[in-house]
Protein backbone atom coordinates (compact mmCIF):
# COMPACT_ATOMS: atom_id res chain seq x y z
CA UNK A 1 0.00 0.00 0.00
CA UNK A 2 2.80 2.23 0.69
CA UNK A 3 4.36 1.68 -2.58
CA UNK A 4 0.99 1.98 -4.40
CA UNK A 5 0.97 5.76 -2.05
CA UNK A 6 4.00 6.66 -3.31
CA UNK A 7 3.53 5.84 -6.76
CA UNK A 8 0.67 8.13 -6.75
CA UNK A 9 2.28 11.13 -5.26
CA UNK A 10 4.84 10.91 -7.60
CA UNK A 11 2.51 11.09 -10.78
CA UNK A 12 0.52 14.04 -8.61
CA UNK A 13 3.47 16.08 -7.99
CA UNK A 14 4.12 15.65 -12.23
CA UNK A 15 1.06 16.70 -12.80
CA UNK A 16 1.52 19.49 -10.93
CA UNK A 17 4.61 20.67 -12.47
CA UNK A 18 2.85 20.76 -15.62
CA UNK A 19 0.03 23.06 -14.57
CA UNK A 20 3.04 24.82 -13.03
CA UNK A 21 4.73 25.22 -16.54
CA UNK A 22 1.23 25.40 -18.67
CA UNK A 23 0.29 28.70 -16.22
CA UNK A 24 3.05 30.17 -16.81
CA UNK A 25 3.31 30.07 -20.44
CA UNK A 26 -0.07 30.84 -20.62
CA UNK A 27 -0.47 33.98 -18.53
CA UNK A 28 2.80 35.63 -19.01
CA UNK A 29 2.78 36.23 -22.28
CA UNK A 30 -0.36 38.84 -22.13
CA UNK A 31 0.34 42.47 -22.30
CA UNK A 32 3.38 44.21 -20.14
CA UNK A 33 2.48 43.29 -16.32
CA UNK A 34 4.12 46.95 -15.36
CA UNK A 35 1.67 48.94 -17.17
CA UNK A 36 -1.36 46.74 -15.51
CA UNK A 37 0.46 47.00 -12.00
CA UNK A 38 1.42 51.20 -12.16
CA UNK A 39 -1.49 52.16 -14.60
CA UNK A 40 -0.97 54.98 -17.10
CA UNK A 41 0.66 58.20 -15.22
CA UNK A 42 3.80 56.35 -13.52
CA UNK A 43 7.36 57.85 -15.54
CA UNK A 44 9.95 55.19 -16.99
CA UNK A 45 11.97 54.84 -13.76
CA UNK A 46 8.80 53.27 -12.26
CA UNK A 47 7.95 51.48 -14.75
CA UNK A 48 11.78 50.17 -14.43
CA UNK A 49 11.49 49.64 -10.99
CA UNK A 50 8.47 47.02 -11.46
CA UNK A 51 9.34 45.49 -14.23
CA UNK A 52 12.62 44.55 -12.15
CA UNK A 53 10.75 43.71 -9.16
CA UNK A 54 8.49 41.52 -11.32
CA UNK A 55 11.68 39.47 -12.93
CA UNK A 56 10.25 40.95 -16.48
CA UNK A 57 14.07 42.10 -17.05
CA UNK A 58 15.08 38.80 -17.36
CA UNK A 59 15.27 36.36 -20.16
CA UNK A 60 11.81 34.06 -20.36
CA UNK A 61 13.67 30.82 -19.23
CA UNK A 62 15.02 32.26 -15.53
CA UNK A 63 11.48 34.03 -15.71
CA UNK A 64 10.32 30.36 -15.34
CA UNK A 65 12.89 29.23 -12.69
CA UNK A 66 11.92 32.57 -10.43
CA UNK A 67 8.37 31.56 -10.76
CA UNK A 68 9.13 27.93 -10.11
CA UNK A 69 10.98 29.07 -7.33
CA UNK A 70 8.09 31.15 -5.76
CA UNK A 71 5.09 28.53 -5.91
CA UNK A 72 7.17 25.71 -5.13
CA UNK A 73 7.16 24.43 -1.14
CA UNK A 74 10.68 23.93 -1.56
CA UNK A 75 12.80 26.70 -2.52
CA UNK A 76 16.30 28.98 -2.72
CA UNK A 77 15.88 32.64 -1.25
CA UNK A 78 17.80 35.48 -0.52
CA UNK A 79 17.41 37.20 3.82
CA UNK A 80 16.03 40.40 1.92
CA UNK A 81 13.41 37.79 -0.89
CA UNK A 82 12.32 36.13 2.34
CA UNK A 83 11.58 39.70 3.99
CA UNK A 84 10.39 41.55 0.90
CA UNK A 85 8.18 38.39 -0.03
CA UNK A 86 6.77 37.79 3.57
CA UNK A 87 7.69 34.12 3.09
CA UNK A 88 6.59 31.93 5.98
CA UNK A 89 8.53 28.57 6.71
CA UNK A 90 11.56 27.15 7.80
CA UNK A 91 15.13 28.51 6.25
CA UNK A 92 18.26 27.52 7.14
CA UNK A 93 21.67 28.72 5.45
CA UNK A 94 22.97 31.89 5.30
CA UNK A 95 22.80 34.82 2.98
CA UNK A 96 21.02 32.67 0.60
CA UNK A 97 18.63 30.06 2.35
CA UNK A 98 17.12 26.65 1.47
CA UNK A 99 13.38 26.50 2.64
CA UNK A 100 10.40 24.30 3.35
CA UNK A 101 7.46 26.90 2.80
CA UNK A 102 4.18 28.23 1.66
CA UNK A 103 4.19 28.76 -1.61
CA UNK A 104 4.02 32.46 -2.93
CA UNK A 105 1.71 32.97 -5.46
CA UNK A 106 2.85 36.91 -5.38
CA UNK A 107 1.04 39.78 -5.35
CA UNK A 108 -2.46 41.21 -6.95
CA UNK A 109 -2.06 43.57 -9.64
CA UNK A 110 -5.03 45.44 -8.54
CA UNK A 111 -5.23 45.29 -5.26
CA UNK A 112 -1.54 45.11 -4.21
CA UNK A 113 -2.14 42.25 -1.93
CA UNK A 114 -0.63 38.40 -1.63
CA UNK A 115 -2.71 36.67 -3.74
CA UNK A 116 -2.48 33.74 -1.12
CA UNK A 117 -4.69 36.10 0.95
CA UNK A 118 -6.99 36.76 -1.40
CA UNK A 119 -7.60 33.30 -2.11
CA UNK A 120 -8.16 32.05 1.00
CA UNK A 121 -10.43 34.69 2.01
CA UNK A 122 -12.49 33.26 -1.15
CA UNK A 123 -11.96 29.38 -0.16
CA UNK A 124 -14.08 28.69 2.82
CA UNK A 125 -17.23 29.70 0.68
CA UNK A 126 -16.26 27.50 -2.28
CA UNK A 127 -15.58 24.66 -0.40
CA UNK A 128 -18.45 25.02 2.19
CA UNK A 129 -20.78 25.29 -1.54
CA UNK A 130 -19.04 21.89 -3.06
CA UNK A 131 -19.95 20.18 0.49
CA UNK A 132 -23.40 21.53 0.01
CA UNK A 133 -23.77 20.83 -3.31
CA UNK A 134 -21.79 17.38 -3.31
CA UNK A 135 -24.02 16.73 0.11
CA UNK A 136 -27.44 17.28 -1.76
CA UNK A 137 -26.13 15.55 -4.72
CA UNK A 138 -24.87 12.13 -3.43
CA UNK A 139 -27.76 11.88 -0.64
CA UNK A 140 -30.31 12.59 -3.73
CA UNK A 141 -28.33 10.78 -6.53
CA UNK A 142 -28.14 7.48 -4.02
CA UNK A 143 -31.97 7.81 -2.91
CA UNK A 144 -33.04 7.80 -6.78
CA UNK A 145 -30.63 5.26 -8.40
CA UNK A 146 -31.67 2.37 -5.56
CA UNK A 147 -35.28 2.87 -6.19
CA UNK A 148 -34.84 3.22 -9.52
CA UNK A 149 -32.72 -0.09 -9.62
CA UNK A 150 -35.44 -1.85 -6.66
CA UNK A 151 -38.09 -0.58 -8.90
CA UNK A 152 -36.80 -1.38 -12.18
CA UNK A 153 -39.46 -1.62 -15.14
CA UNK A 154 -41.80 0.87 -13.40
CA UNK A 155 -42.93 4.59 -13.39
CA UNK A 156 -40.54 5.17 -10.66
CA UNK A 157 -37.75 3.65 -12.44
CA UNK A 158 -38.70 5.67 -15.61
CA UNK A 159 -39.22 8.87 -13.72
CA UNK A 160 -35.93 8.86 -11.79
CA UNK A 161 -33.98 8.02 -15.21
CA UNK A 162 -35.89 11.16 -16.89
CA UNK A 163 -34.36 13.15 -14.24
CA UNK A 164 -31.46 11.83 -14.07
CA UNK A 165 -30.74 13.07 -18.44
CA UNK A 166 -32.82 16.19 -18.00
CA UNK A 167 -30.16 17.22 -14.99
CA UNK A 168 -27.10 15.35 -16.99
CA UNK A 169 -28.54 17.78 -20.19
CA UNK A 170 -29.19 21.16 -18.45
CA UNK A 171 -25.55 23.04 -17.98
CA UNK A 172 -25.10 24.96 -14.57
CA UNK A 173 -24.96 28.13 -15.84
CA UNK A 174 -28.05 27.55 -17.40
CA UNK A 175 -29.94 25.71 -14.83
CA UNK A 176 -28.62 28.73 -12.45
CA UNK A 177 -30.06 31.50 -14.55
CA UNK A 178 -33.87 30.04 -14.07
CA UNK A 179 -33.55 29.13 -10.53
CA UNK A 180 -32.26 32.28 -9.24
CA UNK A 181 -35.26 34.09 -11.45
CA UNK A 182 -37.88 31.09 -10.46
CA UNK A 183 -36.72 30.77 -6.80
CA UNK A 184 -35.02 33.96 -5.74
CA UNK A 185 -37.40 37.14 -7.92
CA UNK A 186 -41.03 35.38 -8.97
CA UNK A 187 -41.55 32.85 -6.10
CA UNK A 188 -39.40 35.24 -4.07
CA UNK A 189 -41.93 36.14 -1.67
CA UNK A 190 -43.22 32.61 -0.73
CA UNK A 191 -39.23 31.12 -0.46
CA UNK A 192 -37.79 33.71 1.58
CA UNK A 193 -34.48 33.32 -1.08
CA UNK A 194 -32.44 36.09 -2.83
CA UNK A 195 -30.89 35.51 -6.13
CA UNK A 196 -27.92 37.02 -4.76
CA UNK A 197 -26.10 36.33 -1.56
CA UNK A 198 -22.66 35.67 0.14
CA UNK A 199 -22.27 33.90 3.41
CA UNK A 200 -22.42 36.72 5.44
CA UNK A 201 -24.40 40.23 4.82
CA UNK A 202 -23.68 43.47 6.29
CA UNK A 203 -26.14 45.14 8.00
CA UNK A 204 -25.65 48.87 9.10
CA UNK A 205 -27.17 48.30 12.40
CA UNK A 206 -27.09 44.92 13.31
CA UNK A 207 -23.23 44.05 11.91
CA UNK A 208 -22.22 41.01 9.85
CA UNK A 209 -24.78 38.12 9.87
CA UNK A 210 -25.17 34.49 8.94
CA UNK A 211 -27.05 33.70 6.30
CA UNK A 212 -27.17 30.00 5.35
CA UNK A 213 -30.39 30.63 2.83
CA UNK A 214 -27.81 32.12 0.26
CA UNK A 215 -26.59 28.99 0.10
CA UNK A 216 -29.12 27.03 -0.69
CA UNK A 217 -30.21 28.16 -4.66
CA UNK A 218 -26.42 28.18 -5.77
CA UNK A 219 -25.81 24.29 -3.88
CA UNK A 220 -28.96 22.71 -5.45
CA UNK A 221 -27.64 24.56 -8.95
CA UNK A 222 -24.45 23.10 -8.30
CA UNK A 223 -25.28 19.93 -7.23
CA UNK A 224 -27.95 18.69 -10.68
CA UNK A 225 -25.25 17.82 -12.94
CA UNK A 226 -23.57 15.26 -10.12
CA UNK A 227 -26.87 14.03 -9.03
CA UNK A 228 -27.70 12.94 -12.08
CA UNK A 229 -24.55 10.88 -13.25
CA UNK A 230 -24.71 9.44 -9.34
CA UNK A 231 -28.39 8.60 -9.64
CA UNK A 232 -27.21 7.03 -12.92
CA UNK A 233 -24.27 5.29 -11.90
CA UNK A 234 -26.23 4.34 -9.21
CA UNK A 235 -28.90 2.13 -10.98
CA UNK A 236 -26.60 0.32 -13.13
CA UNK A 237 -24.25 -0.30 -10.45
CA UNK A 238 -26.73 -1.90 -8.27
CA UNK A 239 -28.70 -4.00 -10.88
CA UNK A 240 -25.37 -5.59 -11.56
CA UNK A 241 -24.96 -6.39 -8.23
CA UNK A 242 -28.34 -7.78 -7.42
CA UNK A 243 -28.15 -9.83 -10.59
CA UNK A 244 -25.34 -12.03 -8.39
CA UNK A 245 -25.87 -15.74 -7.17
CA UNK A 246 -24.79 -14.03 -3.70
CA UNK A 247 -27.73 -12.11 -3.50
CA UNK A 248 -30.02 -14.64 -4.73
CA UNK A 249 -28.83 -16.81 -1.17
CA UNK A 250 -29.36 -13.77 0.70
CA UNK A 251 -32.80 -13.66 -0.21
CA UNK A 252 -32.69 -17.37 0.06
CA UNK A 253 -32.12 -17.23 3.96
CA UNK A 254 -34.70 -14.65 4.25
CA UNK A 255 -33.13 -11.76 4.85
CA UNK A 256 -35.35 -8.99 4.56
CA UNK A 257 -35.09 -6.53 0.99
CA UNK A 258 -33.82 -3.66 2.91
CA UNK A 259 -30.84 -5.55 4.28
CA UNK A 260 -30.16 -7.42 1.14
CA UNK A 261 -30.17 -3.94 -1.02
CA UNK A 262 -28.30 -1.64 1.37
CA UNK A 263 -26.04 -3.75 3.38
CA UNK A 264 -25.55 -6.08 0.92
CA UNK A 265 -25.80 -4.94 -2.20
CA UNK A 266 -25.20 -0.67 -1.98
CA UNK A 267 -21.95 -1.39 -0.44
CA UNK A 268 -20.43 -3.47 -3.00
CA UNK A 269 -21.89 -1.19 -6.14
CA UNK A 270 -20.40 1.72 -4.52
CA UNK A 271 -17.04 1.45 -6.47
CA UNK A 272 -18.14 3.52 -9.29
CA UNK A 273 -20.53 5.72 -7.66
CA UNK A 274 -17.08 7.24 -5.48
CA UNK A 275 -15.25 7.85 -8.41
CA UNK A 276 -18.36 10.12 -9.18
CA UNK A 277 -18.08 11.72 -5.60
CA UNK A 278 -14.95 12.38 -5.52
CA UNK A 279 -14.15 13.52 -9.60
CA UNK A 280 -17.04 15.80 -9.15
CA UNK A 281 -16.77 17.61 -5.95
CA UNK A 282 -12.88 18.27 -7.14
CA UNK A 283 -14.49 19.81 -9.89
CA UNK A 284 -17.24 21.23 -8.15
CA UNK A 285 -14.53 22.79 -5.90
CA UNK A 286 -12.42 23.75 -8.55
CA UNK A 287 -14.63 25.18 -11.33
CA UNK A 288 -18.01 26.94 -9.59
CA UNK A 289 -16.95 29.91 -11.50
CA UNK A 290 -20.34 30.68 -13.33
CA UNK A 291 -22.82 29.41 -10.56
CA UNK A 292 -20.61 31.55 -7.65
CA UNK A 293 -20.89 34.53 -10.36
CA UNK A 294 -25.04 34.38 -10.98
CA UNK A 295 -25.77 34.19 -7.38
CA UNK A 296 -22.90 36.67 -5.94
CA UNK A 297 -21.33 33.91 -3.92
CA UNK A 298 -17.78 35.04 -2.66
CA UNK A 299 -15.82 31.99 -3.46
CA UNK A 300 -12.59 31.26 -5.77
CA UNK A 301 -14.68 31.48 -8.91
CA UNK A 302 -16.13 34.83 -8.36
CA UNK A 303 -12.47 36.35 -7.60
CA UNK A 304 -11.72 34.82 -10.59
CA UNK A 305 -13.54 35.87 -12.93
CA UNK A 306 -13.37 38.88 -11.58
CA UNK A 307 -9.94 39.02 -11.20
CA UNK A 308 -9.75 37.88 -15.10
CA UNK A 309 -12.06 40.89 -16.45
CA UNK A 310 -9.55 42.93 -14.62
CA UNK A 311 -6.71 41.39 -16.31
CA UNK A 312 -4.93 40.92 -12.81
CA UNK A 313 -3.06 37.90 -13.52
CA UNK A 314 -1.50 36.84 -10.59
CA UNK A 315 -4.46 36.04 -9.19
CA UNK A 316 -6.19 33.99 -11.48
CA UNK A 317 -2.81 31.67 -12.19
CA UNK A 318 -2.47 31.47 -8.71
CA UNK A 319 -6.55 30.00 -8.76
CA UNK A 320 -5.71 27.91 -11.47
CA UNK A 321 -2.70 26.25 -9.38
CA UNK A 322 -4.79 26.26 -5.91
CA UNK A 323 -7.49 24.26 -8.48
CA UNK A 324 -5.26 22.28 -9.82
CA UNK A 325 -3.62 21.27 -6.17
CA UNK A 326 -7.16 20.50 -5.04
CA UNK A 327 -7.90 18.07 -8.49
CA UNK A 328 -4.84 16.36 -7.24
CA UNK A 329 -5.63 15.52 -3.78
CA UNK A 330 -8.99 14.42 -4.25
CA UNK A 331 -7.10 12.25 -6.90
CA UNK A 332 -4.69 10.82 -4.37
CA UNK A 333 -7.70 10.51 -1.81
CA UNK A 334 -9.82 8.60 -4.19
CA UNK A 335 -7.17 6.27 -4.81
CA UNK A 336 -6.50 5.53 -1.18
CA UNK A 337 -10.31 4.37 -1.10
CA UNK A 338 -9.77 2.44 -3.99
CA UNK A 339 -6.67 0.34 -2.60
CA UNK A 340 -8.65 0.09 0.78
CA UNK A 341 -12.05 -1.08 -0.43
CA UNK A 342 -10.91 -3.28 -3.17
CA UNK A 343 -7.42 -5.10 -2.54
CA UNK A 344 -6.62 -5.43 -5.96
CA UNK A 345 -6.30 -1.62 -7.01
CA UNK A 346 -3.20 -1.94 -5.05
CA UNK A 347 -2.04 -4.23 -6.60
CA UNK A 348 -2.26 -2.57 -10.39
Known sequence: MIRYLIKKIIYGLLVMLGVVVAVFFLFQGFGDPSRLVMGQRADAATQENIRKELYLDQPRWKQFLLYLDDVSPI????????AQKGLRGVFIGGETKLGLKWPYLRRSYQTKRAVSAVLMEALPGTILLALAAMFIATVTGVALGVLAAVKKNTWMDTTAIFTSVL???????????????????????????????????????????????????????????????????????LLEVLDQDYIRT??????????????????????????????????????????EYIFGWKGIGKVTVDALSKL?????????????????LIGLLADVLYGAVDPRVRRA
Not at 201 to 228: H, Y
Open 312 to 328: DFPVVMGSVLVSSFFFI
Open 75 to 82: GIHSKEEI
Open 250 to 291: AYAKGLPKYVVVWKHGLRNALNPVITAITGWFAELLAGAFFV
Open 167 to 237: GISAPSFFMGIVIAYVFGFVLSDQTGLYMTGSLFDTDPFTGRQLQLRNLILPAVTLGIRPMAIIAQLTRGS
